[in-house]
């Protein structure tokens, strides 16, 4: 499951503290921006570093972006200011500062964009028997699972089953999908192999900020401790919060790190399970719905452009041009897992935080944490309800070869027919876009593969 905000881990599971806690979001958003302007750890926006993107878009590539992609929310005027040769983007309104980028005069005179991952059309044509021959992939099963599982509320139980937890099924999927890539000739690394965090921090080191955050958003005496998992007060409670920074904020943001200073791939695959509000996690709803989509960055909110560090990596990314892979990638990667499932688009419940891109039906833009930070095209798979009667069945019968009887139905296991379909799709994706290659470049040797 993708979730944008500390209040969206139970948006989804409770739709009745849905308003109040869309609420306490704006109200966190609002008392950070008043001290530093910066998302919830984040980064100091380094404006210096986009000089590199000078003239390397045209106005129009530029426009197209940020009215059909990235700003599709609206903005303040004073964030972005295209005019006819330049765009003018605020750095910080207190200062009064502003970037200016300047714009290629035409498709011809633009420069070539600085980046480290490659896109396909730059890798060498592909043979036949490995298609993903070279390419640098990083997969990124998401959350932690095992023991924390229920802190990241992931996590539930029917009687005395075997309890389903998202961290350890996409690790589950991510190691039967390696190996699928490198039988493929892609080079394989893991953005998480294990049950364990990425990060060295821990919930207890983020108690202070945590206390600071509730306070500053009007919880004067926040409460220590949350009471049980249904306690409607515990996203006011310093162990809440503490534990939020840890797990996504803290977690989210040393994998970034790990993909663009160490594994520098040429596209992350975040993999995940979805799930409809299931309750109670020790008696949860199951349902007959079932779906599939997968994301790409963009979509930002308005009010989340107004942090200078969003503000400033929306604006990196989208010249990186990591959208135009990503997007072909999504897309073609969708069809084939929607071909493998059998699974229909899901449809978000609202337009207010997703905008969608693409001609398959299944993908959107969404600005979430992964697919911001990580600096190279980024496809974000969200296919099965964990909770859904079918897929819940599918989890307790585990991983097997061929097939098996499920419910009167001869079926994959559910971790090959994920890993395959995301295989399959990459596979359609390179052999067509690396098989119009005229003028391959050499592959660079530079960057480690971490296994
Ligand atoms: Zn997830």
Same mark, same amino acid.
């Given at each position: 499951?993708?979730?944008?905000?500390?209040?969206?881990?139970?948006?989804?599971?409770?739709?009745? !503290?849905?308003?109040?806690?869309?609420?306490?979001?704006?109200?966190?958003?609002?008392?950070?921006?008043?001290? %530093?302007?910066?998302? !919830?750890?984040?980064?100091?926006?380094?404006?210096?570093?986009?000089?590199?993107?000078?003239?390397?878009?045209? #106005?129009?590539?530029?426009?197209?972006?940020?009215?059909?992609?990235?700003?599709?929310?609206?903005?303040?005027?004073?964030?972005?200011?295209?005019?006819?040769?330049?765009?003018?983007?605020?750095?910080?309104?207190?200062?009064?500062?502003?970037?200016?980028?300047?714009?290629?005069?035409?498709?011809?005179?633009?420069?070539?964009?600085?980046?480290?991952?490659?896109?396909?059309?730059?890798?060498?044509?592909?043979?036949?028997?490995?298609?993903?021959?070279?390419?640098?992939?990083?997969?990124?099963?998401?959350?932690?699972?095992?023991?924390?599982?229920?802190?990241?509320?992931?996590?539930?139980?029917?009687?005395?089953?075997?309890?389903?937890?998202?961290?350890?099924?996409?690790?589950?999927?991510?190691?039967?999908?390696?190996?699928?890539?490198?039988?493929?000739?892609?080079?394989?690394?893991?953005?998480?192999?294990?049950? %364990?965090?990425?990060?060295?921090?821990?919930?207890?080191? @983020?108690?202070?900020?945590?206390?600071?955050?509730?306070?500053?958003?009007?919880?004067?005496?926040?409460?220590?401790?949350?009471?049980?998992?249904?306690?409607?007060?515990?996203?006011?409670?310093?162990?809440?919060?503490?534990?939020?920074?840890?797990?996504?904020?803290?977690?989210?943001?040393? #994998?970034?790190?790990?993909?663009?200073?160490?594994?520098?791939?040429?596209?992350?695959?975040?993999?995940? @399970?979805?799930?409809?509000?299931?309750?109670?996690?020790?008696?949860?709803?199951?349902?007959?719905?079932?779906?599939?989509?997968?994301?790409?960055?963009?979509?930002?909110?308005?009010?989340?452009?107004?942090?200078?560090?969003?503000?400033?990596?929306?604006?990196?990314? $989208?010249?990186?041009?990591?959208?135009?892979?990503?997007?072909?990638?999504?897309?073609?990667?969708? !069809?084939?897992?929607?071909?493998?499932?059998?699974?229909?688009?899901?449809?978000?419940?609202?337009?207010?935080?997703?905008?969608?891109?693409?001609?398959?039906?299944?993908?959107?833009?969404?600005? $979430?944490?992964?697919?911001?930070?990580?600096?190279?095209?980024?496809?974000?798979? %969200?296919?099965?309800?964990?909770?859904?009667?079918?897929?819940?069945?599918?989890?307790?019968?585990?991983?097997? %070869?061929?097939?098996?009887?499920?419910?009167?139905?001869?079926?994959?296991?559910?971790?090959?027919?994920?890993?395959?379909?995301?295989?399959?799709?990459?596979?359609?994706?390179?052999?067509?876009?690396?098989?119009?290659?005229?003028?391959?470049?050499?592959?660079?040797?530079?960057?480690?593969?971490?296994?």
């Amino acid at each position: 499951m993708a979730t944008r905000f500390i209040w969206q881990a139970v948006a989804w599971r409770k739709v009745l !503290v849905r308003t109040s806690a869309c609420l306490f979001a704006a109200i966190v958003a609002a008392g950070l921006q008043a001290a %530093e302007n910066i998302s !919830v750890l984040g980064n100091k926006p380094q404006w210096n570093v986009l000089e590199h993107y000078q003239q390397t878009i045209t #106005r129009d590539e530029f426009v197209h972006l940020i009215n059909d992609v990235y700003g599709t929310h609206g903005f303040a005027p004073d964030l972005i200011e295209i005019k006819d040769d330049a765009a003018r983007i605020l750095m910080n309104r207190d200062a009064q500062k502003f970037f200016t980028l300047r714009f290629a005069a035409s498709d011809s005179a633009r420069k070539s964009v600085p980046r480290l991952w490659r896109p396909a059309k730059s890798l060498s044509p592909t043979k036949r028997d490995n298609p993903l021959s070279g390419l640098r992939i990083a997969l990124d099963p998401g959350h932690l699972g095992g023991k924390r599982a229920k802190m990241e509320e992931r996590w539930f139980q029917v009687g005395d089953s075997k309890p389903v937890q998202e961290g350890d099924l996409t690790l589950r999927v991510a190691r039967l999908l390696a190996a699928r890539l490198r039988d493929l000739g892609a080079k394989v690394s893991f953005v998480r192999s294990t049950d %364990e965090p990425t990060t060295g921090k821990r919930p207890d080191d @983020f108690r202070e900020l945590a206390r600071k955050i509730l306070i500053k958003n009007g919880v004067p005496q926040p409460r220590a401790e949350v009471l049980d998992p249904t306690d409607p007060e515990k996203e006011h409670t310093i162990r809440w919060q503490s534990e939020i920074l840890f797990y996504r904020y803290s977690e989210i943001r040393r #994998r970034a790190a790990l993909v663009n200073f160490k594994l520098h791939p040429d596209l992350v695959v975040c993999l995940h @399970f979805n799930a409809e509000g299931w309750g109670d996690p020790n008696s949860p709803n199951l349902t007959d719905i079932n779906h599939l989509h997968l994301l790409v960055n963009g979509s930002y909110l308005a009010e989340e452009l107004e942090f200078d560090d969003e503000r400033f990596e929306m604006i990196r990314r $989208l010249l990186s041009r990591a959208y135009d892979e990503e997007l072909l990638l999504a897309d073609t990667i969708a !069809v084939a897992m929607a071909r493998e499932t059998g699974l229909p688009p899901y449809a978000y419940p609202t337009p207010n935080s997703t905008t969608k891109v693409g001609s398959s039906g299944y993908v959107f833009a969404r600005n $979430l944490l992964a697919t911001r930070l990580y600096r190279c095209p980024v496809v974000y798979c %969200e296919p099965y309800v964990m909770n859904s009667k079918d897929v819940f069945a599918r989890i307790q019968a585990g991983d097997y %070869e061929g097939t098996r009887n499920i419910d009167g139905v001869e079926r994959k296991s559910i971790f090959r027919e994920y890993a395959d379909s995301v295989a399959n799709g990459l596979v359609d994706y390179y052999s067509s876009a690396r098989g119009g290659s005229r003028s391959p470049k050499p592959m660079s040797q530079t960057a480690p593969s971490a296994e």
